[in-house]
């Protein structure tokens, strides 16, 4: 799902922003049955202290981590509405920077907000996705999971759905300091690069697809078959036929909030 490489790339700058996803978030209704329902899938515990009637519930994967989030704290801000939810966490070692630095490319959402040992604000992309920047006094760490599940506890890419690729790619390549990849820009799918984890992918296919589905995340799997096998003794739900391409095994998953969750083998 990653873009191929490409002598012609158009110049970048230096950013604020960490070149890379550090967290995606999954917007659910029910934390609980969402956190019991990823958990049985990656094969991992359910973790209750992370389930004490905060809003979110996270797992720290290695590279991209996960939160799902109920937004409960977030509906009783009154400036806040449900289009600020965002799908990418990047980090910055700056806030104060980063905020200025994007208020220079774009739109962003209310003040940075300062929460003790973490900072954060979110902004929009041209199209309207919300995303944040988060700034933490620790580092966040990883955590090596040991699963039975042939379904890796690894984020291998996050979508992010776009109308419009060359416009948008060419924002987020200059937002992060990466380059762009105007030959790759005229597909489904455009990976913009990453230093580490997840891949940003700016996908059309919901677009093409008249927005009929939210597709937030895949999932990393080295046995696609085993996989699927796995799936259907677990009782989830897959939706449509797995789909078989030369480099790409990939079949999607209904979640308890309907979106598509794809899990994914890379084919070398």
Not at 16 to 42: C, G, M, Q
Request: aromatic share 12%.
């Amino acid at each position: 799902m990653k873009n191929r490489e490409s002598a012609i790339f158009e110049s970048a700058s230096i950013s604020p922003l960490e070149n890379r996803i550090a967290s995606v978030f999954v917007h659910v209704t029910d934390l609980r049955k969402s956190a019991e329902w990823y958990s049985r899938l990656l094969g991992l515990p359910v973790f209750e202290e992370r389930l004490n009637g905060g809003p979110v519930y996270w797992f720290e994967f290695k590279g991209t981590h996960l939160i799902l989030d109920s937004n409960t704290a977030n509906r009783q801000n009154p400036e806040w509405d449900e289009s600020m939810k965002p799908r990418i966490m990047f980090k910055t070692s700056n806030l104060e920077e980063a905020y200025r630095y994007v208020l220079e490319k774009g739109e962003t959402i209310l003040e940075p907000e300062y929460h003790g040992t973490m900072a954060y604000f979110n902004f929009r992309d041209p199209e309207g996705n919300a995303q944040m920047v988060c700034w933490s006094a620790s580092p966040a760490e990883d955590t090596e999971f040991i699963t039975e599940s042939p379904i890796l506890p690894k984020i291998g890419g996050v979508f992010v759905d776009v109308k419009h690729i060359p416009e948008t790619a060419r924002w987020y390549s200059d937002l992060l300091g990466v380059p762009y990849d105007a030959s790759a820009a005229g597909g489904a799918i455009y990976s913009v690069p990453m230093a580490d984890g997840a891949a940003l992918l700016l996908d059309r296919n919901g677009f093409m697809n008249g927005g009929a589905f939210t597709e937030p995340l895949y999932f990393e799997t080295e046995h696609f078959d085993v996989a699927l096998e796995y799936i259907s003794r677990q009782g989830f739900q897959l939706t449509g036929e797995p789909g078989y391409f030369p480099d790409l095994k990939e079949a999607a998953l209904l979640d308890p909030d309907g979106h598509r969750i794809i899990v994914a083998q890379m084919m070398s």
